[in-house]
T-cell receptor
Framework: GAVVSQHPSRVICKSGTSVKIECRSL??????MFWYRQFPKQSLMLMATSNEGSKATYEQGVEKDKFLINHASLTLSTLTVTSAHPEDSSFYICSASSGSFADTQYFGPGTRLTVL | KQEVTQIPAALSVPEGENLVLNCSFT??????LQWFRQDPGKGLTSLLL?????REQTSGRLNASLDKSSGRSTLYIAASQPGDSATYLC?????????????FGRGTQLTVWP
């Protein structure tokens, strides 16, 4: 149980375009979802926390107008990278939790974004 | 701000060796600590979770210890195998922060050769 999927697994886009990444909890209801970014040989950095039905909470330094997060249902959250630039190229990973503070986060397989 | 450091950054050992990966964190007020495994280009798999009140957790050939007061954790892998080759990440959940916020180290890249 506790499977989280991401789609797409890999995307290549041109600079200036927008890219949407989906994160789904397949067999549980995720009241909270997290979006992380990971650069090569770096640690995962939390970008934002989203709760179903409310606005996402962004970490300091993360532009909310550039990284749009929508947590529309208890099984789906989306991250849209708007007007992508080469510096946005990274590995984006989501995780999902069913709610309480002690709950484990279940991680998706990640999405490799390359902006040309 | 919580800082998590992992040593060594990379480790290459022959099959069968017992090995220790180290993790340290600057703020001892943690809720729990987790060890994850990440294969190249993949997501994270949780290996062990230690609550702040616990001293260690074991799963198969893996044993993780936690010394919260000194801000340290170790992951012990017994009788290493080539299939253990991956990056191992340590993460702490910081009490008092937003729900389930995890702070990650950069990881230890482990290579076990036959």
């Amino acid at each position: 149980g506790a499977v989280v999927s991401q789609h797409p697994s890999r995307v290549i886009c041109k600079s200036g375009t927008s890219v949407k990444i989906e994160c789904r909890s397949l067999d549980f209801q995720a009241t909270t979802m997290f979006w992380y970014r990971q650069f090569p040989k770096q640690s995962l950095m939390l970008m934002a926390t989203s709760n179903e039905g409310s606005k996402a909470t962004y970490e300091q330094g993360v532009e909310k107008d550039k990284f749009l997060i929508n947590h529309a249902s208890l099984t789906l959250s989306t991250l849209t990278v708007t007007s992508a630039h080469p510096e946005d190229s990274s590995f984006y990973i989501c995780s999902a939790s069913s709610g309480s503070f002690a709950d484990t986060q279940y991680f998706g397989p990640g999405t490799r974004l390359t902006v040309l | 701000k919580q800082e998590v450091t992992q040593i060594p950054a990379a480790l290459s050992v022959p099959e069968g060796e017992n090995l220790v990966l180290n993790c340290s964190f600057t703020d001892s007020a943690i809720y729990n600590l987790q060890w994850f495994r990440q294969d190249p280009g993949k997501g994270l798999t949780s290996l062990l979770l230690i609550q702040s009140s616990q001293r260690e957790q074991t799963s198969g050939r893996l044993n993780a210890s936690l010394d919260k007061s000194s801000g340290r954790s170790t992951l012990y892998i017994a009788a290493s195998q080539p299939g253990d080759s991956a990056t191992y990440l340590c993460a702490v959940s910081d009490r008092g922060s937003t729900l389930g916020r995890l702070y990650f180290g950069r990881g230890t890249q482990l290579t076990v050769w036959p």
